[in-house]
């Protein structure tokens, strides 16, 4: 019965092995996009969980091509790179994978305005869980305001982020 | 047969997501208990990860040097007018500075002083910042094979960036003042007061250990002291920017968001950190030989 939480639904094969490589590509440039150097003040510490919206987008639409592994590998390759504590990227997306498979059946046939609604309440929760496991990590209460920060621009920016991945799908591999 | 092979698949479909799980959170947990294991696998990542950055993070460079000329030429005549103005002036302190020079030198001479080693400076790009992370770092694209070690000063522009904290063969990884771990002892020029200046991921770090606050002034400057071995004495930091509650806060004079180039710089001191676990076996290459002090190398 628990396992049942993390058990994945059958999808639609697609056939071509290039383009069921899209959903892990997509997910490695999100990664890729959140560490380079933007000359923009601020975006070091401000820069948006890309990688939360590409989690969260294939592990609605297409579960099957983006599997647990490639979300540890990712989470993992981020937190080297960024410096940050080792696992807590990874821990983070497995932990939205588990959560949204849950919701899943919800999600797959609604209008966009729902999925962008349930993408709000998970950057919420996810943020500030990690914010808080962060915290927990250095034994101090770090400040709250750029993640507040984070959320917002997160949130407000999904809707593009959630074009483009949506655009590639559909011409690549069709609709989960 | 196929019956077993599908529930072997579907078993491990359905365990490997709760083991992964389990596995990035006892990373953490391992990662917190002992930082140094993990530090030299971080090492060996962030070196294969490093070429790929460094392309990927080419023509953001070329796009800011872009909007940078675009810039200037808009400018051009505030520009113009600004420097011959700034020349004016740093033209007097070029005077005094050189005549200043000279009596240090001879005064130097008076007192047998031990000469200044030599500095020998490496200018590395940045090629990944901490993107969102609760750490504020950046990778540049110079490490061992270029000489660098753990503990050496990066400079931007104007002042004090950080220090290097980890070092591969290709990358490394500079600790910026601003970073929750980050300690500097500093003086404040004015009143010649010891502090250390203490980083809280914030963009203006703390002066703690200040004493009383009183003597402190806004826009006051804050250099480092050269204690503890770890930076020279003398280095530029920052400037009081607020005093609130006994407290000071330092305005660092680089912009340390929007960083491009930074010059890591050798004074001899880098025996201020402690060696992390010996890393892996070396790759094979062989190092480069040193170059002469006082050169400069770009990558």
Redesign the interface.
């Given at each position: 019965m628990a396992l049942n939480l993390f058990s994945m639904p059958a999808l639609p094969r697609t056939n071509s092995g290039a383009a069921r490589l899209f959903p892990l590509m997509t997910t490695i440039l999100a990664a890729l996009v959140t560490i380079v150097p933007l000359q923009i003040p601020g975006y070091a510490a401000l820069t948006p969980a890309f990688l939360l919206m590409a989690a969260y987008h294939w592990t609605i639409y297409r579960p099957d091509l983006l599997p647990p592994f490639a979300l540890f590998a990712v989470g993992t390759a981020e937190d080297l790179l960024t410096g940050g504590p080792i696992g807590v990227s990874a821990l983070m997306l497995l932990l939205v994978r588990v959560g949204v498979l849950q919701y899943r059946r919800y999600f797959v046939n609604r209008g966009f305005a729902f999925v962008w609604a349930g993408f709000t309440l998970l950057t919420w929760g996810a943020l500030v869980a990690a914010w808080a496991l962060h915290c927990l990590l250095a034994m101090t209460v770090l400040g709250f305001r750029a993640t507040l920060f984070r959320i917002v621009l997160t949130v407000a920016i999904f809707p593009l982020a959630s074009f483009l991945l949506g655009r590639g799908q559909r011409a690549l591999i069709g609709a989960g | 047969m196929i019956r077993v092979s599908a529930q072997l698949r579907n078993t491990i479909?359905?365990?490997?997501?709760?083991l992964?799980?389990l596995?990035?959170?006892?990373?953490?947990l391992?990662?917190?208990a002992d930082e140094m294991m993990?530090d030299s696998?971080?090492t060996t990542?962030?070196d294969g990860?490093a070429p790929a950055?460094d392309i990927?993070?080419r023509p953001?460079?070329a796009?800011?040097n872009l909007?940078d000329r675009v810039r200037g030429a808009i400018n051009l005549y505030q520009d113009n007018r600004r420097l011959e103005q700034d020349n004016e002036r740093l033209m007097q302190w070029q005077q005094s500075a050189l005549k200043l020079a000279a009596d240090n030198k001879q005064l130097r001479g008076l007192l047998k002083a031990v000469p200044e080693p030599n500095v020998a400076y490496v200018t590395a790009r940045?090629?990944?910042?901490?993107?969102?992370?609760?750490?504020?770092?950046?990778?540049v694209n110079a490490g061992s094979e270029d000489n660098l070690s753990r503990g050496q000063a990066a400079i931007g522009g104007d002042g004090l960036v950080g220090r290097l904290t980890?070092v591969g063969a290709r990358a490394a990884?500079v600790l910026l003042i601003t970073d929750?771990n980050s300690r500097v002892p500093v003086t404040v020029e004015n009143s010649h007061r010891n502090a250390v200046l203490a980083g809280?991921?914030?963009?203006r770090p703390r002066l703690a250990y200040v004493g009383s606050p009183e003597n402190l002034k806004i826009g006051d400057r804050v250099v480092t002291s050269g204690e503890g071995g770890v930076f020279p004495p003398g280095l530029p930091v920052g400037v009081i920017a607020s005093l609130d509650g006994g407290g000071a806060r330092v305005e660092p004079y680089v912009?340390l968001?929007?960083?491009?180039y930074l010059l890591i710089v050798n004074y001899g001191l880098a025996g201020g950190l402690p060696q992390p676990v010996p890393i892996a076996p070396h790759s094979g290459r062989r190092p480069k030989a040193a170059p002469p002090p006082d050169e400069t190398s770009v990558r």
């Amino acid at each position: 019965m628990a396992l049942n939480l993390f058990s994945m639904p059958a999808l639609p094969r697609t056939n071509s092995g290039a383009a069921r490589l899209f959903p892990l590509m997509t997910t490695i440039l999100a990664a890729l996009v959140t560490i380079v150097p933007l000359q923009i003040p601020g975006y070091a510490a401000l820069t948006p969980a890309f990688l939360l919206m590409a989690a969260y987008h294939w592990t609605i639409y297409r579960p099957d091509l983006l599997p647990p592994f490639a979300l540890f590998a990712v989470g993992t390759a981020e937190d080297l790179l960024t410096g940050g504590p080792i696992g807590v990227s990874a821990l983070m997306l497995l932990l939205v994978r588990v959560g949204v498979l849950q919701y899943r059946r919800y999600f797959v046939n609604r209008g966009f305005a729902f999925v962008w609604a349930g993408f709000t309440l998970l950057t919420w929760g996810a943020l500030v869980a990690a914010w808080a496991l962060h915290c927990l990590l250095a034994m101090t209460v770090l400040g709250f305001r750029a993640t507040l920060f984070r959320i917002v621009l997160t949130v407000a920016i999904f809707p593009l982020a959630s074009f483009l991945l949506g655009r590639g799908q559909r011409a690549l591999i069709g609709a989960g | 047969m196929i019956r077993v092979s599908a529930q072997l698949r579907n078993t491990i479909q359905r365990t490997t997501l709760p083991l992964l799980v389990l596995v990035s959170a006892s990373t953490v947990l391992l990662g917190k208990a002992d930082e140094m294991m993990l530090d030299s696998v971080r090492t060996t990542v962030t070196d294969g990860f490093a070429p790929a950055l460094d392309i990927a993070s080419r023509p953001l460079v070329a796009a800011g040097n872009l909007i940078d000329r675009v810039r200037g030429a808009i400018n051009l005549y505030q520009d113009n007018r600004r420097l011959e103005q700034d020349n004016e002036r740093l033209m007097q302190w070029q005077q005094s500075a050189l005549k200043l020079a000279a009596d240090n030198k001879q005064l130097r001479g008076l007192l047998k002083a031990v000469p200044e080693p030599n500095v020998a400076y490496v200018t590395a790009r940045v090629i990944a910042n901490s993107g969102g992370a609760y750490v504020r770092t950046v990778m540049v694209n110079a490490g061992s094979e270029d000489n660098l070690s753990r503990g050496q000063a990066a400079i931007g522009g104007d002042g004090l960036v950080g220090r290097l904290t980890e070092v591969g063969a290709r990358a490394a990884r500079v600790l910026l003042i601003t970073d929750l771990n980050s300690r500097v002892p500093v003086t404040v020029e004015n009143s010649h007061r010891n502090a250390v200046l203490a980083g809280d991921n914030s963009e203006r770090p703390r002066l703690a250990y200040v004493g009383s606050p009183e003597n402190l002034k806004i826009g006051d400057r804050v250099v480092t002291s050269g204690e503890g071995g770890v930076f020279p004495p003398g280095l530029p930091v920052g400037v009081i920017a607020s005093l609130d509650g006994g407290g000071a806060r330092v305005e660092p004079y680089v912009e340390l968001s929007q960083l491009s180039y930074l010059l890591i710089v050798n004074y001899g001191l880098a025996g201020g950190l402690p060696q992390p676990v010996p890393i892996a076996p070396h790759s094979g290459r062989r190092p480069k030989a040193a170059p002469p002090p006082d050169e400069t190398s770009v990558r």
